[in-house]
Nanobody, 125 residues
Framework: QVQLVESGGGLVQAGGSLRLSCVASGRTFSSRAMGWFRQAPGKEREFVAAISRSGDNTYYGDSVKGRFTISRDNAKSTVYLQMNSLKPEDTAVYSC??????????????????WGQGTQVTVSS
């Protein structure tokens, strides 16, 4: 089983940038598609971005397209989320998630079976 630990959240002004990291334990990271999701208070969990096992294919939620970039470094068992041009509405707890081995990336939270604890991102206006 893989464990996920996020870092990089914090407080930033609107228009600023943050880079989130998610480090996975275990030896199966490269066989797992990864995703980032976020949840704001009182709102449902929202898909942010996903990346295939190799990193060749990426997917984004409509609200972050053109501003966020997901990437991965399989040698470091780490997936990243570069967030630029942040807006107050991006404020949420951001969590990374892993699919089971050899499965394709997905935009559905229910398709992921391993989750990190989340990291808070707060964007001030």
């Amino acid at each position: 089983q893989v464990q996920l630990v996020e870092s990089g959240g914090g407080l930033v002004q609107a228009g600023g940038s943050l880079r989130l990291s998610c480090v996975a334990s275990g030896r199966t990271f490269s066989s797992r598609a990864m995703g980032w999701f976020r949840q704001a208070p009182g709102k449902e969990r929202e898909f942010v971005a996903a990346i295939s096992r190799s990193g060749d294919n990426t997917y984004y939620g409509d609200s972050v397209k053109g501003r966020f970039t997901i990437s991965r470094d399989n040698a470091k068992s780490t997936v990243y989320l570069q967030m630029n041009s942040l807006k107050p509405e991006d404020t949420a707890v951001y969590s990374c998630a892993a699919r089971g081995p050899m499965l394709a990336a997905s935009i559905r939270a229910a398709d992921y079976n391993t989750w990190g604890q989340g990291t808070q991102v707060t964007v001030s206006s």
